[in-house]
């Protein structure tokens, strides 16, 4: 199965506060802000700008979403998309929200990711541009 990933543009850190943090306002002013809190760490997706240089961080990354949304059924859909990045040895770091996964990926690999993407079959899109909905990619 094919699927079309949507490129955001923002740059984007990872940051690891304490246990039981307070998430600061700093935080949620992005484009994408995803926190997870386990009893050892409390960890942030974030906009990159407003991050202090202080906060324990890593970044840049570029997101992709992949167009959706999924259901909660589909199997394989992660696997279908990072095989191709680790076959090139591209990182990434994932985050899954209720309508689709996100997969972002070192901001100095994106263009990289997207003509490996590309390659296995998959569509790439800018999140401006408008979806392409005669191939029926990215429905389930």
Same mark, same amino acid.
């Given at each position: 199965?094919?699927?079309?990933?949507?490129?955001?543009?923002?740059?984007?850190?990872?940051?690891?506060?304490?246990?039981?943090?307070?998430?600061?306002?700093?935080?949620?002013?992005?484009?994408?802000?995803?926190?997870?809190?386990?009893?050892?760490?409390?960890?942030?997706?974030?906009?990159?700008?407003?991050?202090?240089?202080?906060?324990?961080?890593?970044?840049?990354?570029?997101?992709? =979403?992949? #167009?959706? &949304?999924?259901?909660?059924?589909? %199997?394989?859909?992660?696997?279908?998309? !990072?095989? +191709?990045? *680790? =076959?090139? #040895?591209? &990182?990434?770091?994932?985050?899954? %929200?209720?309508?689709?996964?996100?997969? !972002?990926? +070192?901001? *100095?690999?994106? #263009?990289?990711?997207?003509?490996?993407?590309?390659?296995?079959?998959?569509?790439?899109?800018?999140?401006?541009?408008?979806?392409?909905?005669?191939?029926?990619?990215?429905?389930?």
């Amino acid at each position: 199965m094919s699927h079309t990933l949507v490129r955001h543009d923002e740059d984007l850190v990872v940051v690891r506060l304490g246990p039981g943090a307070e998430v600061p306002a700093w935080a949620s002013s992005g484009s994408l802000f995803s926190v997870t809190a386990t009893a050892d760490e409390t960890s942030l997706v974030c906009g990159r700008a407003g991050v202090p240089r202080k906060a324990r961080q890593e970044g840049p990354f570029t997101a992709f =979403a992949v #167009e959706g &949304p999924l259901d909660f059924s589909l %199997t394989g859909v992660l696997s279908t998309l !990072l095989a +191709p990045l *680790a =076959a090139s #040895e591209i &990182p990434v770091f994932t985050i899954s %929200t209720f309508d689709t996964d996100w997969i !972002l990926v +070192p901001a *100095a690999r994106a #263009e990289d990711a997207s003509q490996e993407w590309r390659r296995a079959g998959h569509a790439v899109r800018a999140v401006h541009e408008p979806t392409d909905t005669s191939s029926g990619e990215g429905t389930p």
